[in-house]
């Protein structure tokens, strides 16, 4: 049995979907036999009261952190405050997790065989390799999004100054750490050609929970509550982000405006208010914003659309690899993705025959994607079955935990 650290930014009880993967990991390993421990925060992204019910947490050293257990595994949260917009916020909320992540792993957690952090942020690659050296353990760097890069091109990082501090905490990470495992061959491809050698690269990609995201009726209560059952229906779940193209959904919706096609986008984050008055000011009917909704209502909100979307800028196709494709597949509904022809994200969708691809930010080719599903929608049932069937093959939790499972026996030399 094996001693495991999982260090993340967010996890059980939060509600966002880096959150739901790494739970689903610790249960997973947790199975296999390994002993689990998790070092992360206090809920911040989307407070589910039914979740934090389910799971309470203790109160230690004065409210800065936190004791749960999750499924049986020990789970330490670090106080944060409710995430914000401001980037300088952030950022000091992420300087104060690392100080009391190194505090905690001193005073309340004992000795660890692997260190498995997983971005972002870039940084928390850097303290999981510092929490390693204390127990003269190997720490692995899950790469969920390529950073700096991602922040570079969004704007978030600018100057020298601090572009060359962030590559240079790049490569400390690259080289420090004793494993990388990006999510995607593209991931693993750009890494490689920053001097990571191949022996130090794995690539593991994300899953889902093929129990709980699975084909459901499309005549359900979510879909009766919101009015969901007569039209043809184009589904967006999950953070409402700047990493999201929605000048193309909402150019679809005005063009499409004449038919009985409906948009529904459902979930919260930094583009969410800017949205609805987009929305509003467009005079768009046959848009529907809804707010976060609780993850047991995903299987359901997933069966009541036609089609899911996950409209992505250059940036987001480019350096994410949004993890919702495989909940979508799962739930047996076919995809319209934004990325490039090469992209990973696009090889699946291409290969396996579930959906359609589009280019980055090309309006005119979204909103013809989205008719042209329209017009065949008598294909999408099939389609849908194929994504399933898919990730019933490689995506699974059970099987990607098996990945982990064999890197960490790797990695203590068994």
Known sequence: MSRVLLHSLVFSPDGVS????????????????????????????????????????????????????????????????????????????????????????LYTIGPQDVVIATSPPLTIGVISWLLGLRWH???????????????????????????????????????RSAMIVPIADQFCDVIRGRGVPDQ?????????????????????????????????????????????????VLFAAETLSSLPVRFVIVGDGARWAWLSDEIAKRGLQNVKLLGYQSKDLMPQINASCDIAIIPMTRTGAQDGFPSKIYTNLASARPVIVSADQNAEMATIVKRVGCGRVVPPEYPQAFADAVLSAFRERELLPAEGERGRKFVEKDYSKEAIALKYDALINQLIGR
């Not at 049986?72 to 300087?95: Q, T």
């Not at 899950?142 to 091109?153: F, G, M, N, Q, S």
């Not at 459901?216 to 982000?241: C, M, Q, S, T």
């Open 137 to 175: 353990a190997p720490s692995v760097y899950k790469v969920a999004e390529v950073y700096p890069d991602l922040a570079i091109r969004q704007g978030v990082i600018r100057g020298k100054i601090m572009i060359g501090i962030t590559r240079w905490l790049e490569q400390l990470v690259y080289s």
């Open 200 to 248: 130090k690269l794995l690539t593991i990609p994300d899953f889902v929970d093929t129990d709980l995201y699975r084909p459901l009726p499309r005549d359900n209560p979510f879909a009766k509550k919101h009015g969901l059952l007569e039209d043809f229906i184009v589904l967006y779940g999950g953070n409402v982000g700047i990493v999201q193209d929605w000048e193309s």
């Open 18 to 105: 880096t959150a739901y993967i790494m739970t689903d990991l610790a249960i997973e390993l947790k199975l296999l036999g390994h002993s689990v421990t998790v070092l992360t925060t206090t809920p911040h992204y989307n407070i589910n009261n039914k979740a934090l019910e389910g799971q309470p947490m203790k109160k230690h050293w004065l409210g800065l952190l936190y004791y749960s257990e999750c499924g049986g595994i020990p789970v330490w949260h670090v106080k944060l405050p409710i995430k914000g917009s401001r980037v300088w916020a952030r950022a000091v909320d992420y300087v104060r997790f690392h100080i009391l992540s190194l505090i905690a792993s």
